[in-house]
């Protein structure tokens, strides 16, 4: 079935050190988005690329930095620069101009 | 990018139809509106989207009045699976990103 997958849907660091959260497509979509989703809030736009080799800074990009090397793939690497990195974070996809797809996201505790 | 407004709760009753308000007073020519609904821990899931006209699918149904500065969002025959946040967004052409800007939403609690 075609999907975004995020792996893992757990993940536990400690502080100072970076992490890189997995985002994996099938859906041939060109575009992809990463959020932060933090309790009782909306979702914040961290990073989106609607191109191979090709990223934007969303509104929260501070602290975290993305990679699109390849069309199914655009990992999330949460930095120690990142103050709150402690999150729920979530990937999506879309093709060009249509709806977003997103993935069932992974929850990032850092102590 | 246009703002939404929603009330930040609802409830309903089971197999009643709920209407889920929003208002986007600052949307552009060009800017459609979306919804999509979160159950807790889960992504986003894609409910339904349009421009200026009405639209209806399996899950629910559109109501854009005709200045588009609100819109409906109408579930005909709630469940108990229906409860969850519902977001209303105005999404920004694709040429600027086509990114979606999601506010607090409505959360919607159907009850027995």
């Known amino acids: 079935d075609g999907g975004i997958t995020q792996s893992p849907k757990y993940l536990f660091r400690k502080e100072g050190q970076n992490v890189t959260l997995s985002c994996e497509q099938n859906l041939n979509h060109d575009a992809m988005y990463w959020y932060r989703q933090d309790p009782g809030q909306g979702l914040r736009l961290i990073y989106y690329?609607?191109?191979?080799?090709?990223?934007q800074k969303g509104d929260i990009a501070e602290g975290y930095s993305v990679s699109r090397e390849k069309k199914e793939s655009f990992p999330l690497t949460v930095t120690s620069a990142q103050k709150n990195p402690t999150a729920f974070y979530l990937c999506?996809?879309?093709?060009?101009?249509?709806?977003?797809?997103f993935g069932n996201g992974t929850r990032l505790t850092v102590t | 990018d246009a703002k939404t407004t929603q009330p930040p709760s609802m409830d309903c009753a089971e197999g009643r139809a709920a209407n889920l308000p929003c208002n986007h007073s600052?949307?552009?020519?060009?800017?459609?509106v979306y919804w999509y609904r979160q159950i807790h821990s889960q992504g986003p899931q894609y409910i339904i989207h349009?421009?200026?006209n009405n639209e209806t699918n399996e899950m629910a149904s559109l109501i854009i009045t005709e200045d588009r500065k609100s819109s409906t969002l109408i579930l005909p025959h709630a469940t108990l699976r229906d409860t969850a946040v519902y977001y209303c967004i105005v999404r920004a052409s694709y040429n600027q990103g086509g990114k979606l800007i999601f506010g607090q939403g409505t959360e919607l609690s159907v009850k027995p």
């Open positions: 349009g421009l200026k």
């Open positions: 600052t949307i552009s020519g060009n800017e459609y």
């Open positions: 690329s609607q191109i191979v080799n090709d990223f």
């Open positions: 999506a996809s879309s093709l060009r101009g249509g709806p977003l797809h």
